[in-house]
């Protein structure tokens, strides 16, 4: 799959910079999809740190799918800018991206 326009650009900015000699950290974000290992759950979201994301889910700091842990990761995709993971986390809200998940998903993992 060819890169987006916006992943072209941040790819030259960033090969730019380290000629330059410039050191920076490259942030990438995630959606996610983790999956209730005990119950028909599956809950959607977006955050930069994957794995401490999972962790805080399995340690019931989100409170309102507190009841339905422990947590595995079903799917992810990263994402240069928090606003591509976001728009796609809400896609994967919608009926159309329920859809998508179902197809890519085992089917042990469709909720």
Known sequence: M????????????ISAGVRAGIEFKIA??????????????????HCEIILKRLNEHNSGMTKSIRGHMPFEMAYFEEFATREEAIKREKYFKSAAGRRYLKKKLPPYFNG
């Open 28 to 45: 990438m974000y995630y959606a996610y999809v983790i999956r209730s290992i005990n119950h028909d759950f599956l809950y959607k979201g």
């Open 2 to 13: 060819p890169a987006r326009p916006n992943a072209r650009r941040l790819l030259r900015a």
